[in-house]
């Protein structure tokens, strides 16, 4: 029998939360260990993220490419990489505003 899209999902969402947890057993200092996805731009945690050939994912884009090679809906990670420039681009502007606000309180 066929899965239908949602227990795919509902699959990989449990899959994936397990990662972040056999991470953190098996390396309880993981927690504290963060770096910037890849996929999405963004400082994460280190337990429960993946490499993919040359990139490193978070847990949380673990979860998004995942399910995309389930439902089929891209064959490899560049496609996600593609699909995600905007929101890396987004969060890279994000960080300069931020480091300016901070700059410009340090100033006054």
């Not at 999902?9 to 504290?32: C, G, K, R, S, T």
């Not at 891209?74 to 890396?88: C, G, K, T, V, Y």
Request: proline share 1%; hydrophobic share 35%.
């Amino acid at each position: 029998m066929k899965k239908t899209q949602e227990e795919i999902i509902e699959e990989m969402q449990q899959v994936v939360a397990q990662m972040v947890i056999d991470d953190l057993e098996e390396n309880p200092d993981i927690a504290n260990e963060y770096f910037e996805c890849d996929c999405c731009g963004k400082n994460k945690s280190m337990a429960g993220s993946i490499g993919y050939g040359r990139y490193r994912l978070c847990n949380d884009c673990v979860l998004l490419a995942e399910t995309g090679f389930a439902l089929g809906k891209f064959d490899d990670i560049q496609a996600l990489m593609d699909a995600m420039e905007d929101n890396r681009l987004e969060e890279l502007c994000q960080f300069i505003k931020d480091e300016e606000s901070r700059k410009n309180s340090l100033d006054n």
